[in-house]
């Protein structure tokens, strides 16, 4: 017998190896093996086994890592349409989808040795100080993998068995579970009665789950319509997580598992608890998997081995939890789909939420994309009916959305003095909160204390001198930073300018700790806490902060993104967005998307409980639609007078982009390079002398991710060139960011409905592609972010 083996290392190609007869019966396909490359030996996973090979002399594999095959056929499949549609090698995508805990050779589930800390009775002993440096990092991680411990302190396994002997440490072998969420006791909630609107989607869910046959309805293609995708659209408190709640409840009666993504900032221990409370809590404690970026590594690789091996059904997590190796599997929720971060920003640059699609066609699975303010995308493919569109429009129990009153700034102006942060309205509404004991939201974009440090006089901005953006000014620690590169600097105390030398050098912009301090001086009494990127880098930090502001210690949050997303808090009843259109100056045909996206997520923050809440938008664009839509809390009004622009200028998600980047330190190379790689573009693809307007596919689409185009997906490729007849290439052109960290950045960007045949003509322009070897480039398909 042999095995066909993927490599970890990306050469767009896979190699033979026999399988010696000490191995037979444990190699299969999904096994993670190691195997004789050259004179190296290297991991891969085996990703077909055969009787019989083209090549001869084939060399065996030398060991079969763990003793369960880590990737199941299907998610292995899915992993080869990474690879294709978002233009990688195979291996990059094969390698994601096993989290970096599980593919580790030590990682082995047996091979494991522990070393935990014991407590010191009586007096600590005086140790060698080799030991003793061995104990520190042992008592600071109190828990540690041998193998990692040994890598850390670099010493020996001999060393750490002396700590053994003296009775400080446990080395110990047996499988322990490290369950992140051990020491809370959770209660156990029942389904809640669903009133009607919740009733017709549960119905429509459940009736597409009971419809799911094993087989494909369609065998011989991966085409079929999308009746089992829907997109779940209700502001928020209006019900979703109930209705996801019971999907799953009936995905379990069917014996099949539930993926549940979530947005990693979403990923509160609050929502965590809703899923543990309904289906993991007593003695069904494993049932439900937390996967997300702030556990250990053990941790991390124990959940993947619990879902693994059945013991955990329901999954809930980040990105990356959607390679979830649950089988079978019945259901996927992508909760607030239309969130940017399920978008990978490293090869494989795949989007979770597509993946998710994806994986339910090959799976069988339901999916459901929920959100309050769908991304332009799903929105789209419901009108034209490729997703079911399911509506929530009211919260439950009849709670009003909240007053949303937009102030114009440009009123609030002080002469000569720029903006305030707070206008008399807001201030004035936060007085009453303060007075009547209720609780306070600020909300605001950016971290930090100010943008930027701006010379009044001479107009003089401190810049990175690595990317072409403006720095940051950090108080506390008197310094100037690049959220791009890192880059950091001394604050100067006067102008930098030769000319200009003004000692009244000021900070543009506003930073949540700007706003922390005002706040201060406006209200001395009020308790006030910061919770951005910044002040929140310990793992419990965000736990500690809102357990204090939902006991009522907390009179005033200030905060980032972090503070809009699926948070409950009764007491709540004011909400102010400081400045609402700073994310509107952004060179991204999403920005307006976004700022209404924002806007509207920020407001359902309020009037969570008995009280109706109000909301309080600051801007100087006042009459700007994502501003004027987002108030009347109008998604469907956004979505129309959006989709005008999107049409007219063919983006997203009437075509589908495709963006590459060059990046070099000489510029003028980047920018030939760039020039080269637009002509064979044009040569290739054959559409220079096609009129970009003309759009002239089917309109009967059943293709996924081929925005109108009717094709075979598998088949053979037969030449494909009118497919393209949509294409429009544009650019070259500097990127947003010129340079960044250092290097020039060129963009050509494609757009066409023909999605994944534009990626597989892509695959092969690149790999004939000749590029100075200083120059690099980095192909993302459906990129959510321009810059
Ligand atoms: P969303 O996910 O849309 O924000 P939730 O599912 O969190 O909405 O619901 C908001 C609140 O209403 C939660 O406290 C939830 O327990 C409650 N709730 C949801 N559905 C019902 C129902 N059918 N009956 C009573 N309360 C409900
Ligand atoms: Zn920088």
New binding site residues.
């Given amino acids: 017998m042999i095995a066909r083996v993927s490599l970890e290392i990306a050469l767009r190609k896979e190699f033979d190896y026999s399988i010696p007869p000490e191995l037979a019966g444990q190699v299969d396909v999904g096994s993670r093996v190691q195997v004789p490359f050259g004179a190296r030996k290297i991991l891969g996973v085996v990703t077909a086994v055969a009787e019989e090979s083209g090549h001869a002399n084939l060399k065996p594999i030398l060991k079969v890592i763990g003793a369960q095959t880590l990737v199941t056929p299907k998610v292995l499949k899915l992993a080869r349409w990474i690879g294709e549609y978002y233009c990688c090698a195979p291996e990059t995508a094969l390698k994601s989808v096993l989290p970096e805990a599980v593919r580790k050779e030590d990682a082995g589930w047996r091979e494991r040795l522990f070393v935990r800390a014991l407590p010191v009775n009586g007096e600590f002993p005086k140790l060698p100080k080799r030991q003793q440096d061995v104990w520190n990092i042992i008592e600071e991680r109190r828990e540690i993998l041998l193998s990692e411990l040994v890598e850390l302190a670099a010493t020996t396994a001999a060393t750490v068995r002396k700590l053994e002997d003296r009775g400080l440490v446990a080395i110990t072998s047996e499988v322990s579970e490290r369950d992140p969420y051990a020491r809370e006791t959770i209660l156990a909630t029942q389904p809640l009665v669903v009133n009607p609107a919740q009733a017709v989607a549960l119905e429509k869910i459940k009736e597409a789950m009971d419809g799911q046959k094993s087989e494909a309805r369609n065998p011989g293609s991966d085409l079929r319509p999308l009746s089992s995708t829907f997109l779940l659209h209700g502001v928020t408190g209006s019900g979703k997580t109930e209705i996801y709640l019971q999907a799953i409840a009936h995905a379990l009666e069917q014996g099949k598992g539930a993926i549940v993504l979530v947005p990693e900032i979403a990923l509160t221990p609050q929502t965590v608890e809703r899923f543990k409370a309904r289906f993991g809590s007593g003695k069904l404690q494993t049932l439900v998997a937390v996967l997300h970026s702030h556990l250990s590594a053990g941790e991390r690789h124990d959940e993947w081995h619990k879902i693994r091996q059945g013991r955990a059904r329901i999954v809930i997590g980040a990105r990356s939890a959607i390679f979830a190796p649950v089988e079978p599997l019945g259901l996927i929720i992508v909760d607030e789909e239309h969130e940017h971060t399920y978008k990978q920003e490293e090869a494989p640059r795949y989007h979770a939420r597509d993946v998710a699609i994806m994986r339910g066609q090959m799976e069988n699975a339901v999916v459901v994309l929920g959100s309050a303010t769908p991304s332009m995308e799903s929105f789209y493919n419901c009108k034209r009916g490729k997703f079911t569109l399911l509506e929530l429009p009211e919260r439950v129990d009849d709670q009003k959305l909240p007053y949303v009153r937009v102030v114009d700034m440009r009123q609030a102006m002080r002469d000569g003095k720029g903006p305030p942060l707070f206008s008399p309205q807001l201030k004035e509404a936060i007085t009453q909160r303060l007075e009547r004991g209720e609780q306070t939201i600020l909300f605001l974009n950016r971290r930090g204390y100010s943008t930027s440090l701006l010379c009044p006089k001479c107009g003089y901005v401190a810049m990175?001198?690595?990317?072409s953006?403006s720095l940051t000014y950090h108080r506390i620690e008197q310094k100037l930073s690049?959220h791009?590169?890192?880059?950091n600097e001394k604050v100067p105390s006067v102008c930098p300018e030769p000319k200009c030398k003004n000692p009244a050098i000021r900070f543009a912009g506003t930073g949540t700790q700007k706003v922390e301090e005002v706040l201060a001086k406006l209200f001395p009494k009020a308790r006030v806490k910061r919770m951005d990127a910044d002040t929140m880098k310990r793992k419990d930090d965000y736990r500690h902060v809102l357990g204090d502001f939902r006991a009522g210690k907390i009179d005033i949050l200030v905060g980032t993104q972090m503070i809009a997303k699926g948070l409950h808090f009764p007491n709540v009843t004011l909400v102010g967005i400081i400045y609402a259109d700073s994310a509107l100056h952004q060179p991204d045909f999403r920005a307006g998307e976004r700022t209404f996206q924002l806007l509207t997520q920020v407001a359902g923050r309020a009037g969570r409980g008995d009280v109706e809440g109000e909301v309080f938008v600051q801007a100087f664009t006042p009459f700007h639609p994502a501003i004027q839509y987002a108030r009347r809390h109008d998604f469907v009004g956004f979505y129309e007078q959006e989709i005008e622009f999107r049409e007219q200028l063919k983006y997203p998600p009437v075509s589908r982009v495709a963006l590459l980047t060059l990046k070099g330190r000489n510029e003028e190379k980047v920018k030939f390079s760039a020039e080269h790689l637009k002509r064979e573009l044009e040569k290739i693809l054959g559409s220079a002398a096609a009129p970009a307007a003309i759009i002239s596919a089917p309109a009967d689409d059943a293709g996924l991710f081929d925005e109108g185009v009717k094709q075979d997906t598998r088949g053979a490729r037969a030449p494909q060139k009118n497919l393209f007849r949509d294409l429009i290439i544009a650019g070259p052109a500097p990127a947003p960011l010129l340079r960044?960290?250092n290097f020039y950045r060129y963009q050509i960007m494609l757009r066409t409905r023909a999605m994944s045949a534009l990626s597989r003509e892509l695959a092969q322009i690149i790999q004939s592609l000749k590029l100075p070897e200083d120059v690099s480039l980095v192909v993302d398909i459906d990129p959510v972010s321009l810059s």
């Fill in positions: 990175c001198p690595n990317c953006v690049c791009i590169c890192g880059h960044a960290e």
